[in-house]
């Protein structure tokens, strides 16, 4: 078959009542005897194929109609303009080269265990959701390489093999290096920091290492972080520019991937209050509002809430359960058994909320100031704000040792997390860095680091030291927010997560 008129389902706009060609991959397929509908995927999209039964050689009809899932095959036909269709294109097949027929894919149409689809992640980054968050995730990674190109930061590469504790000591993945004890980057920020000396604004981006011992939906052992850092900056100027990055990205999704968030399921409203300015807490204004009466009866109402969804979700249940033990057509069983996964899945997750609610308000109603705040801690305050919010001037204690004491309570640093809103949590960290040599020095000393390894990070506070700050923001966890996955393990390709690596 000529290649000469292959064009992508994303261009079929521009080739109604053209004759084309289409290569991909076999997504779904119906016939209805005489009729086959081929639903095709290339990369850029879905399109309808329509065969009709004499308009192509009989045997290749019947091949056609013997395809399995994902066999790989090209269609040459005229285009169609056809709203009611998949991706508001349909193409009328009178020719077709079937490249790899394929039999017994193991992703079919109705729903899989997650364990299963891990395992075949391989071939699971072709199914639709897949599909729409990759697509996300690269607007992501570019919206973020744009803001801080078109804004004069300078990109630096930062090490993965290090000899310096970044962050803390708990979470190291050792490297023996010829024989020398290193570890993976957990940061680039110490990195940053110097290179931020010669160029004044500058950012790293790359994969960073955490060998932390949670298996939360928010805690991936590999993962993506961008890290700017600028000289001559103050913790109010910092905010600024986080909140005006964050909202950079999630506009730029919102101008690229409206399809693909509709297809998810994404809260589009909830996206497009995405403005600065984000509302601004102290650390101390949060323990207020945790341990005070807005939260008791915010998480009382909460319960009330999850227990009505329950039941109607329980009654949901039963009913398709009676319905499927009628007389009805097979796609209609296959059907209502993906509805009942999904519910029970739904199900399953309402009542573990039920369960932690009672202890996440006794967490809350007992939380002391000077402990860092726990992960329901930050769900709480976050389920309670429609937009980002900044939580700053942590206690001392709690945070690394590179951040700067607050010159007016030497109690707090001048640091902050964002957390995203509507329940998700922390997306960014950062602070002001300690810029005092003597002060830095001691903060080393009091968290057991060998002061030697950071001679010199220390000589930084030396030569020319200068107020100066910068954050790391997660890409799988902007991703997963953004998109309203609930686990970050499906916002990155191939995950690595405590308990299991698949593949
Ligand atoms: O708050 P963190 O630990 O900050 C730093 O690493 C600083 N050195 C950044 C800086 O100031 N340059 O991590 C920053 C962000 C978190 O807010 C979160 O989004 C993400 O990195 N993150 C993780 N994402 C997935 N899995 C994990 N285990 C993560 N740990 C942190």
């Not at 109604?16 to 779904?28: D, P």
Request: charged letters at 25%; glycine letters at 8%; aromatic letters at 10%.
């Amino acid at each position: 078959m000529s290649n000469n008129n292959k064009v992508y389902i994303s261009e079929l706009t521009n080739s109604v009542g053209k004759e084309v060609t289409l290569a991909g991959w076999l997504y779904q397929a119906r016939s209805s005897g005489k009729v086959l509908f081929l639903i095709i995927r290339d990369g850029t999209g879905l399109c309808q194929c329509i065969v009709e039964k004499g308009k192509i050689p009989d045997e290749l009809f019947e091949q056609l109609k013997r395809l399995g899932q994902e066999s790989s095959l090209m269609l040459t036909g005229t285009v169609r303009a056809e709203q009611r269709s998949v991706g508001g294109y349909e193409l009328s097949v009178t020719n077709a080269e079937i490249i790899c027929p394929t039999e017994g894919y193991p992703i079919t149409p109705k729903s899989h265990g997650v364990d299963f689809l891990l395992k075949n992640r391989h071939l699971h980054l072709r199914s639709h959701r897949q599909w729409c968050i990759g697509r996300i995730r690269h607007t992501v990674i570019d919206a973020i390489r744009r803001f801080f190109n078109d804004n004069g930061f300078i990109l630096i590469d930062t090490p993965i093999i290090t000899t310096i504790v970044g962050e803390d000591q708990q979470s190291l993945f050792e490297v023996d290096y010829f024989g020398s004890p290193m570890h993976l980057a957990q940061t680039g920020q110490l990195y940053v920091e110097s290179a931020a000396m010669s160029y004044g604004k500058v950012y790293c981006f790359g994969p960073t290492f955490r060998a932390e011992k949670s298996k939360t939906r928010r805690h991936l052992t590999e993962f993506w972080m961008v890290e700017p850092e600028v000289a001559f900056i103050d913790l109010p100027a910092l905010l600024e520019l986080a909140e005006n990055f964050v909202s950079f990205i999630v506009a730029q999704v919102l101008q690229n991937n409206r399809s693909d968030l509709e297809t998810l399921g994404s809260d589009i409203a909830s996206l497009e209050k995405i403005t600065p300015p984000f509302y601004r807490l102290t650390y101390t204004d949060a323990v207020d509002i945790l341990t005070g009466q807005k939260t008791k009866d915010f998480l009382a109402e909460q319960l009330n809430d999850l227990q009505t969804q329950k039941q109607q979700t329980e009654s949901r249940i039963a009913e398709l359960e009676t319905e499927q033990t009628g007389q009805i057509k097979q796609w209609k069983k296959d059907k209502i058994a993906a509805e009942l996964i999904e519910l029970c899945a739904g199900l399953a997750e309402t009542n573990t909320k039920i369960e932690n609610n009672p202890r996440h308000a006794a967490l809350a109603a007992e939380f002391r100031w000077g402990k860092d705040l726990g992960g329901s801690d930050e769900t709480i305050i976050s389920q309670m704000h429609d937009k980002p919010i900044f939580v700053t001037h942590y206690p001392k204690r709690a945070k690394a040792f590179y951040m700067k004491t607050d010159p007016k309570n030497d109690k707090v640093v001048e640091n902050f997390d964002l957390l995203a809103p509507a329940g998700f949590g922390e997306i960014i960290g950062g602070s002001i860095r300690e810029d005092d040599h003597d002060l830095l020095l001691r903060r080393i000393g009091e968290q057991g680091l060998n002061p030697e390894t950071y001679n010199w990070y220390l000589d930084l506070r030396k030569y020319g030291s200068v107020p100066h700050g910068g954050f790391g923001l997660g890409v799988e966890r902007t991703i997963a927010w953004v998109t309203g996955e609930k686990h970050i393990r499906q916002c990155i390709p191939f995950p690595r997560m405590m308990d299991k690596v698949y593949i």
